[in-house]
């Protein structure tokens, strides 16, 4: 891909200008110096119009083909349901947009292969939005865990939960559109997460989902048992049926461990928690504060300069794509 000029703003549009769209991702875009919004598609031609109105989009589209198919757009963010990334992306990607994605990348791991193959054959980019990756939380765990001052990492967790009945996405119980319950939708924040702080991939996957899947509803709550390659013991729960939201995450070793709550949001304040003992006494605690800024922001920066260097992401593809065999493999375990 060829890289062009530095002083360009990257020209976004947003496929799935739902309420998620409409409070983070056109805020984050209009927030970054190197990027700009020009285009949104709505299935209604009438909510796309008002919308576009209401908030000074020079363009809109009722399909997803014309939205790809616009002079006026460089890049497209795909924030359609789960069902839609694979074949919005294909479209993207066939009239040479690069694409940025949410999460989960697919519905399985053989549709975002091929969204890997698509975006690669006509040479734009494609990154999957795991925005986490540039929380200062998640990268401060990261360099104290490799700094070896925890000792050797043996077991790693974090949980994700919260009350999905009060979500907007109506289609966020339907497996045939959402691909999975809170295993989709939130413990790949966690899953990723894990993975990011120790730079390790899953060789085993164990799953119990509650109830056990069924063939048109998703699960409500799951719980994810994994061994990294290094070795590395993972537990990752995530429900719709909580009373309220809460995040954590934690990592144990040899010689101590961190963790924080609230390890997901934007734009707050987060407690990065460290723990360390000597010969089996407890030791000192420490705490550090750490503020986290708009991911979104961040990741949509990073991204158009990617495609402005004509760089790739940090994001790679093919391990968002081993997130996606995880997902899978939790799934078909649980059957």
């Given amino acids: 891909m060829n890289s062009i000029a530095a002083d360009k703003k990257i020209r976004y549009g947003i496929i799935g200008f739902g309420a998620f769209a409409e409070r983070a991702i056109m805020p984050a875009i209009r927030k970054t110096a190197n990027s700009e919004l020009l285009a949104i598609q709505k299935r209604s031609p009438d909510m796309a119009k008002r919308k576009a109105e209401e908030y000074g989009i020079p363009y809109h589209y009722e399909s997803v083909e014309e939205l790809v198919s616009s002079p006026h757009v460089d890049a497209v963010f795909i924030v359609s349901a789960n069902s839609r990334h694979h074949p919005d992306t294909l479209a993207a990607a066939s009239q040479k947009k690069h694409v940025l994605v949410e999460k989960p990348m697919a519905m399985n791991f053989h549709e975002g292969r091929e969204m890997i193959d698509a975006c690669r054959r006509h040479n734009v980019l494609l990154m999957v939005g795991h925005m986490l990756r540039f929380s200062p939380l998640l990268q401060r765990m990261k360099e104290i865990i490799s700094s070896g001052e925890l000792g050797t990492i043996t077991f790693a967790r974090s949980e994700f939960i919260y009350d999905a009945g009060i979500s907007q996405r109506g289609w966020l119980w339907d497996k045939s559109i959402a691909g999975g319950g809170p295993l989709f939708d939130i413990a790949v924040h966690c899953l990723d997460a894990i993975r990011f702080v120790l730079e390790d991939t899953v060789s085993e996957v164990q799953s119990i989902l509650r109830p056990s899947e069924s063939l048109s509803l998703v699960e409500k709550s799951s719980h994810l048992s994994l061994r990294t390659t290094r070795g590395v013991m993972c537990s990752i729960y995530s429900s719709f049926e909580a009373p309220y939201r809460r995040t954590f995450i934690e990592f144990i070793g040899t010689k101590g461990t961190i963790s924080a709550?609230?390890?997901?949001?934007?734009?707050?304040?987060?407690?990065?928690?460290?723990?360390?003992?000597?010969?089996?006494?407890?030791?000192?605690?420490?705490?550090?504060?750490?503020?986290?800024?708009?991911?979104?922001?961040?990741?949509?920066?990073?991204?158009?300069?990617?495609?402005?260097?004509?760089?790739?992401?940090?994001?790679?593809?093919?391990?968002?794509?081993?997130?996606?065999?995880?997902?899978?493999?939790?799934?078909?375990?649980?059957?």
């Avoid at 300069?305 to 790679?316: H, M, Q």
């Fill in 261 to 335: 709550y609230d390890f997901t949001p934007s734009n707050i304040s987060v407690v990065l928690e460290k723990q360390t003992g000597v010969s089996g006494l407890i030791g000192k605690k420490e705490q550090e504060r750490i503020i986290i800024p708009d991911l979104y922001e961040r990741e949509i920066a990073h991204f158009s300069e990617c495609i402005i260097n004509g760089t790739e992401p940090v994001i790679d593809s093919f391990s968002a794509l081993h997130n996606q065999e995880i997902l899978d493999r939790a799934l078909q375990n649980s059957r």
